[in-house]
């Protein structure tokens, strides 16, 4: 692996060692990072990304989900160059695009009534926080651990590593950021409303926000009835219940996970597709009576839900994510890349068990894991919220060899001309054909 990277990655190698004087740890972009160095990319096509060196490579990072329709799809981009043709990048003022965008969303998720883009996912969670609390008149939100819902400072709690609460990932946020944030254990429906009963002591519960396909866009897979459980806790709680589809929206399926999983959430959480893997992209939408808190005022006699960014929902980003969504409703995209996915994990499986691996390959259509053995079969029961420090750190050893491990995996990838994400997950898009598949395997 080494030997790929010395011979084959040169020009990668200097552009690294210079971003490493200008940039914090010489990437902007915490996927990038790969060992013993990140490769630099220059060219972006179908199922193929290309390094500065020329080095090819089949793309199952798709930028962390959104190029589901192959990378550098020519029908968006056309239309972005048309647009920026006739009215440049951004205007601050209301473009029809931003209409064709929140029309199709409706379309595809009947249950999506209104939708405002917003700049990023992050951003989109904090407003759905933000439209529940007004909604619901409560404080709490609670959380899967490990999640991933963005990173500002009331999420950075059990962001990917379960009970990890803020230690790992973030310091710089003070306690009272997070401090009406709950954490449950992904798939644990009592644990669930444990928290929703507690906290109608505490101020109750605004939202339960989950990743449809649990926790980090399903590397903890959680039970095909595990979402409508929460569903009804909502409603007994007086809750709202707020789907992340950042990932899984007009991916798992057109109508999202909602529709794969045939669950009406309250809310819906978009990033990255809605504007079709360009920049800036997320939204958040839902019932009237919810999404509308976004543009109440006086004049309502309700309280706003105030959202807001320079960039957000301008021209270029509403008129890509509306052709994606349109493109990916013509071609069939979902079920397309979804079938690769069975073929790749299919080919995966064989390999392990050939093999005697200790790694397991699952998939959720175009989403697919590869993981170590020793960090599925983790009971988190023996340590979450019983403040045993050693069951933490247990788990904490075991996933720090996992990450040691995916990253050499990563590596290891790599220097066979596969990029995945982390080493541990592979998205596949529509321009993942039998044979690249069979290739990659
Ligand atoms: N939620 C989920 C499920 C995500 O995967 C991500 C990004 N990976 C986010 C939220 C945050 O989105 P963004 O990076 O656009 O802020």
Request: proline content about 4%; glycine content about 12%; aromatic content about 8%.
């Amino acid at each position: 692996i080494l030997k790929y990277y010395d011979d084959q990655c040169k020009q990668s190698k200097e552009v690294f060692d210079e971003a490493q004087k200008y940039i914090p740890g010489g990437v902007q972009h915490n996927l990038a990072f790969n060992k013993p160095f990140p490769v630099c990319f220059s060219k972006a096509e179908g199922a193929y990304l290309y390094d500065k060196d020329g080095n090819q490579y089949i793309d199952f990072l798709q930028a962390g989900g959104p190029t589901i329709l192959g990378s550098n799809y020519p029908v968006i981009r056309d239309a972005v160059i048309d647009l920026l043709q006739t009215c440049g990048p951004v205007t601050g003022l209301l473009h029809e695009a931003e209409l064709l965008i929140a029309k199709e969303i409706n379309h595809c998720m009947p249950n999506v009534e209104m939708f405002r883009m917003l700049g990023s996912g992050t951003e989109s969670v904090m407003a759905a926080i933000r439209i529940s609390r007004i909604a619901t008149g409560h404080k709490r939100i609670i959380k899967v651990g490990g999640g991933y819902h963005g990173w500002s400072d009331q999420m950075v709690y059990g962001l990917k590593i379960p009970g990890s609460r803020n230690l790992l990932e973030s310091h710089g946020i003070p306690r009272k950021c997070f401090a009406l944030t709950d954490e449950v254990r992904p798939n644990d429906l009592d644990m669930l409303e444990g928290f929703l009963r507690i906290n109608r002591l505490k101020g109750g519960t605004a939202c339960v926000i989950v990743e449809p396909v649990g926790p980090e866009s399903g590397t903890r897979p959680v039970a095909a009835e595990y979402n409508k459980g929460v569903r009804s806790l909502c409603d007994k709680y007086g809750a709202l219940m707020v789907f992340d589809e950042v990932v899984t929206g007009f991916r798992v399926a057109l109508s999202g996970a909602q529709g794969y999983f045939d669950v009406v959430p309250d809310l819906t959480v978009f990033g990255k597709i809605v504007a079709g893997g360009y920049p800036s992209a997320g939204g958040v939408g839902g019932k009237k009576e919810y999404a509308g808190l976004m543009a109440a005022g006086v004049a309502t006699g309700k309280h706003r839900a105030y959202v807001g960014g320079t960039l957000a929902a301008n021209p270029l980003s509403a008129l890509a994510g509306y052709t994606a969504i349109k493109e990916i409703e013509r071609t069939n995209a979902c079920e397309i890349a979804g079938r690769a996915g069975d073929r790749l994990t299919d080919g995966l499986k064989d390999l392990l068990a050939r093999y005697e691996l200790p790694f397991v390959a699952y998939n959720q259509g175009s989403i697919v894991h590869l993981e170590c053995t020793g960090a599925m079969s983790y009971d988190f029961s023996s340590y979450l919220f019983v403040k045993s420090a050693l069951g933490l750190l247990k788990y904490q050893d075991i996933m720090t060899e996992r990450k040691d491990s995916m990253e050499r995996m990563g590596a290891a990838y790599m220097a066979n001309g596969i990029v995945t994400l982390a080493g541990s997950r592979l998205y596949t898009s529509m321009a993942d054909t039998d044979e690249i598949i069979d290739e990659a395997l």
